[in-house]
């Protein structure tokens, strides 16, 4: 008996502690038949790259930060997601962006708001919570620290798609369409990241912030949890979404699922729609949503999926739970 029991304790010791990772491509603009297959299966196939990226710098033994920044780099170069290129036109026909860091230790974060050029939002936003006094810089003075710190700027045509220039076009006439990519990580020292970036809505107006870069909507780590949020900004921010998902579950002892399910009902009661990508403290992950779709993928000690619609709908799959 005590033998087994000393091989178990040993067994538990050189278990390693978790890692995982989650990711998002936006819950606005992923609903069934609006890509074709040659764009679905290229928008897996970037999502698989993002997870990828961020299991690398995990297994590594690498920051959970360095982890989400990784993840986020992939899905701004893809051009199927709304953030980085692929970003949305706003209603002056040009792309502004969001985009903001957070990682548990220490509550440190950083942000970019309405920003253009920067080819990588997500990299000024970690600029921004490394190299200066500050958590969230807009516009042009964000633009001028970001050129400072040596980070890369891109020509309009390097953002521009087809695609979102045809939502554009369409926007004039009808409601408004986004999309937002994030991930969220857990590394081996316990420690939790979030990054989200975005080009917003589709004919925005000039100057409007969504939730991505405002830290306690769009975007939330602390230890225990980590959020990034996707859907129309203005609903997470009037919720203050992503703190308060982590505040019920590390206060109230609600599960990822309840939480993240508890203020998309709030974000609902208030007329909007979206989803979360949440990490909790074993690794395990939730990604719910009220779309029709959410690109969204996950690796950890909960297995490993890539989807972008609800799960029923998903080619070659067996049917899950909606978040998974
Ligand atoms: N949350 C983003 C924003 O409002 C857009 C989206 O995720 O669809 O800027």
């Not at 008996?1 to 304790?9: D, E, P, Q, R, T």
């Not at 698989?48 to 995990?58: H, P």
Request: include cysteine.
């Amino acid at each position: 008996m005590l033998k087994l029991l000393a091989i178990a304790a040993m067994f538990l010791s050189s278990a390693e502690p978790p890692i995982a990772i989650a990711v998002h491509g936006g819950a606005g603009s992923f609903a069934p038949g609006v890509l074709g297959p040659e764009e679905e299966a290229e928008a897996r196939a970037d999502l698989r790259r993002a997870l990828d990226a961020g299991w690398a710098v995990l297994a590594a033994g690498g920051s959970a930060l360095d982890a989400a920044v990784a993840a986020v780099v992939v899905l701004e170069d893809s051009p199927h997601f709304n953030a980085g290129r692929g970003a949305v036109y706003n209603a002056a026909g040009e792309h502004e962006l969001d985009a903001a860091v957070m990682e548990s230790e220490q509550a440190r974060a950083g942000a970019v708001a309405a920003v253009k050029g920067i080819r990588n939002p997500v990299l000024a936003a970690r600029a921004v919570m490394e190299q200066s006094r500050h958590v969230l810089l807009v516009g042009s003075g964000a633009e001028a620290f970001a050129r400072r710190q040596g980070i890369a700027f891109a020509d309009p045509e390097w953002f521009a798609t087809e695609r979102r220039r045809r939502a554009f076009e369409q926007a004039r006439e009808q409601a408004a369409s986004g999309g937002t990519v994030g991930a969220v990580a857990l590394d081996r020292h316990g420690r939790f990241a979030a990054a989200t970036s975005t080009g917003g809505m589709t004919y925005k107006l000039p100057g409007r912030v969504g939730d991505a870069p405002l830290i306690g909507a769009g975007t939330w780590a602390e230890p225990g949890c980590a959020v990034s949020a996707t859907g129309a900004g203005e609903y997470f921010i009037r919720t203050a979404a992503a703190r308060t998902l982590c505040l019920r579950m590390n206060w109230r002892g609600e599960s990822a699922e309840e939480a993240a399910r508890a203020l998309l009902a709030e974000v609902s009661a208030l007329g909007g729609e979206g989803g979360f990508i949440v990490l909790d403290r074993r690794g395990d992950a939730a990604l719910p949503f009220t779309t029709a779709g959410m690109a969204r993928g996950y690796r950890g000690p909960g297995g490993e999926f890539v989807r972008l619609f609800a799960d029923p709908l998903e080619e070659n799959g067996a049917p899950l739970h909606q978040s998974r």
